[in-house]
């Protein structure tokens, strides 16, 4: 009787701009779903590992988070951004499949983070609750680079005071 042949897990990421993004998003879920579950089934094995890579994430999470809040805040002086367009992809800022696959990862991060700290509550475990800051980090990255806004309608510009045009106040005369 012939053995079957295992073949590694491949993650179908849709072929679009900042795929890349995604695949690590997925990965980074897959890992931290096994540890997690896997430090739920046996705490005193995997606990430790399971808060390490929970832990991880979230620290890369908050890196990436801040990488994509400033590459916001510095598109937005062309472009209307807001946090909920940018984090969670709301308002048509990315196409629907990667949405779909950016908020389900966050999804599944969510949903295991909180069901292995409810199992084991005041353990190791309870770390997993951070983890969802990756997936939201991650989201935000990929709008933050690859996402439509809107343009800006009108573009603020600062006024500029010269010595030839001393400042008026605001009875019309000037302060000279």
């Not at 680079?145 to 008026?168: C, D, I, N």
Request: aromatic share 8%; proline share 5%.
């Amino acid at each position: 009787m012939m053995m079957p042949v295992l073949r590694p897990l491949r993650l179908r990421v849709p072929a679009v701009d900042g795929a890349g993004w995604i695949r690590l998003d997925a990965w980074a879920t897959v890992v931290f779903v096994m540890m997690a579950v896997g430090g739920a089934a046996a705490p005193s094995v995997l606990g430790v590992a399971a808060a390490a890579v929970s832990i991880i994430l979230f620290a890369v999470g908050c890196l990436v988070f801040l990488v994509a809040f400033l590459r916001g805040v510095d598109r937005s002086r062309t472009e209307e951004i807001s946090v909920a367009e940018l984090f969670l992809l709301m308002g048509g800022v990315a196409p629907a499949v990667v949405r779909r696959w950016l908020l389900a990862l966050l999804g599944v991060q969510v949903v295991v983070a909180i069901a292995v700290a409810s199992i084991r509550p005041f353990t190791s475990l309870a770390f997993g609750i951070l983890t969802p800051m990756f997936g939201l980090a991650i989201a935000g990255r990929w709008a933050a680079e690859y996402g439509s806004f809107r343009a800006r309608s009108v573009l603020r510009t600062k006024r500029t005071v010269t010595k030839a045009q001393p400042p008026v106040d605001e009875e019309g005369s000037s302060g000279a």
